[in-house]
């Protein structure tokens, strides 16, 4: 994301700007990930870049650089929140 596979960032809500700035919010993982979420303890599919838990909206995001992998999916805070 211009920084290449390197950008660092330090907050789950620093990712989730930085891909609505590049415009890969909407952007399909190249595999769906099972994750679980941290607010509810739901499980769910991650399918895009930025996607929410379907149980209580928690955001996660994950760059695009790092998208097959679960340990990179940062929690970004409630939808409301960053809006």
Known sequence: MHEGCNGNFATGR?????????????MALPQPLRL??????????????????????????????????PAAVRAAGPADALD
Do not use: W
């Open 14 to 26: 620093e990712i989730v700007r930085k891909l609505r700035a590049m415009g890969f919010s909407a």
């Open 36 to 69: 679980t979420c941290e607010a509810c303890g739901q499980v769910f599919v991650m399918q895009t870049c930025e996607d929410r838990c379907s149980q209580c909206g928690l955001t996660y995001g994950v760059t695009p650089c790092h998208a097959q992998d």
